[in-house]
């Protein structure tokens, strides 16, 4: 998949480019500051150790500024140095010998129930297939639980336990905020198993929720 899908740099994206080709060390601290953390979460869906993880962030910075003359706008510097970042974890990843073929991850999960059947009515009833214990209703404040350091632990965690394919697509879907075709580009996948990996880590991390929440277990 190419870039032409992106929507390329911004106006904005040029001229910090430009600020950083300069030596602009203001426009660099800026660009930490607003990624540093989402690619650090990134990295560590690819190695489990965070001292390895910071490294291989670290080298990702080194990669950006040392390409910084290939830029060329086609893809948004979000994108690109994401993509940077994703090139370093996989090599990481291969070096420390723990990685295998993204596509043959989760395989065995893709084919089974996102959801408990038990959860749904059986064949024959009036209401067959629908919910026979529904989603625990979440909080009537959710913007406050959800800044509650439990309930962010608790998602973390969730997260935390996924399969490694799923944990990556959803951390840079819904972490990074990535679209879908920028991670098909980025981690080699079919939109189908981008959204079959998202879907079914969403409905995993709903679940922890709705178990924190006190829904049904």
């Not at 150790?49 to 830029?71: I, M, P, T």
């Not at 980025?186 to 178990?211: F, Y």
């Amino acid at each position: 998949m190419s870039d032409e899908r992106d929507g390329g740099a911004s106006g904005d994206d040029l001229r910090v480019v430009a600020a950083l080709r300069d030596g602009d060390e203001a426009a660099f601290t800026a660009l930490v500051d607003m990624h540093g953390a989402s690619m650090l979460r990134v990295a560590a869906t690819w190695v489990r150790d965070r001292a390895v993880a910071e490294e291989v962030v670290q080298e990702a910075w080194v990669g950006l500024l040392g390409s910084l003359a290939r830029f060329e706008g086609r893809a948004s510097l979000k994108t690109w140095l994401f993509r940077i970042l994703l090139n370093c974890a996989r090599a990481r990843a291969r070096k420390e010998r723990r990685s295998i073929a993204f596509s043959s991850l989760d395989g065995a999960d893709e084919h089974g129930p996102t959801v408990d059947p038990a959860r749904f009515r059986p064949a024959g009833e009036p209401s067959a297939f629908h919910w026979s214990s529904a989603p625990a209703l979440w909080p009537q404040t959710p913007e406050e639980r959800a800044l509650a350091k439990e309930t962010r632990a608790c998602i973390r965690q969730a997260v935390a336990e996924l399969p490694a394919a799923q944990r990556q697509v959803i951390t840079l879907r819904d972490i990074v905020g990535m679209r879908a075709d920028e991670v098909c580009n980025a981690l080699e996948i079919t939109d189908t198993n981008q959204r079959v990996l998202l879907h079914r880590a969403r409905a995993k991390v709903r679940r922890a929720l709705e178990v924190y929440f006190g829904g049904s277990g």
